[in-house]
Each structure stands twice: as structure tokens, then as C-alpha cells.
């Protein structure tokens, strides 16, 4: 029994304790019989945990967003860095089967961020200045000091 929880533990050890639960839980509602240490795994899809939607979803939603990609309403953050990681002019021209893994990549490496408690958020854009100055022409200048000129 000792060795069969420390096999567990080890498999396991990589998820957090709530994707495990959440993990056995479906396990156990979908069979008959109590679950295995593979039908576990299976089911430890972290995305699901989190909120997040699932690898493909996420793709096909970056691949589609419009530009400007940061102003669209992206379904979380993390879809947004992995699309911005795999680059989107690579997404936009480069078939499926080939972009795919490598967004996935990107993706799953911001869900193990994610479930190791990071935060990830899409950067504040920066706020503009209340008043746009522009230099005035060279003429126009010299006409305006001219006239302090003969002020003074």
C-alpha cells in the first residue's frame, strides 16, 4: 500500500492538489470502478481547472483575433502570450499541423505557470498626455520671438 501511495505521489507530483481533485472526481463519475493512476492523468487537464479554454479553442481564437491583438477581448491572458509567443504572423501564414504544436507548446508552458501560481496579466497600455504639443515651424518661431522682442 506504502508503494502504491508513493507511485501516486510521484505521477501526481507535478499537478496541484485542486487539478488532482477535480482530476479523480471526473475519474470517478465517468467509471464504474474506482480510478487508476493513468485515468487520473488523463484527466488532470489544467486549462479546464483554471478557466481557461483547451489547447485547440485557444488556437483557433488567437489565430482569428483582429488587430490589434492586445485590444481584443481574449478569453484569458495567457491565450494572449502564447499567440504573441508563437508569433502571429507565423499563426496567420503557416498551416495548422505546423503551427499548432508550437502554439500549444507556448500554451502549455503558461498553464504550468499558471498552476505553479503565477499571475498573468496583459499589460496597462500606457495613458496618453492630456495635451499634444508640437514644435511650431522655424518661420513661426522667428516671428514670435520677434514680436517678444519688441515687447521688452
Known sequence: MNMAKR???????EYSPEVMMRAAEKAVKESSFLPNVHEVLSRC???????????HAAYMEACRA????????WSHPAVYYAGRASDWFFLANTI???AFPVFKRNYDILLKRLQD???????IPRALP???????PK?????RMQALKKLV
Not at 507511485?7 to 507530483?13: E, N, Y
Not at 501560481?117 to 499589460?123: A, N, T, V, Y
Not at 518661420?139 to 516671428?143: A, D, I, L, R, S
Request: aromatic share 4%.
Open 7 to 13: 507511485l501516486w505521489s510521484r505521477l501526481l507530483a
Open 139 to 143: 518661420e513661426e518661431q522667428h516671428k
Open 96 to 98: 495548422e499541423e505546423k
Open 117 to 123: 501560481g503565477e499571475e498573468i496579466e496583459l499589460e
Open 45 to 55: 487537464d489544467v486549462a479546464d481547472v483554471l478557466g481557461l479554454p483547451p489547447a
Open 66 to 73: 483582429p488587430s490589434p491583438k492586445k485590444e481584443f477581448n
Open 130 to 136: 492630456e495635451e499634444v504639443v508640437h514644435p511650431l
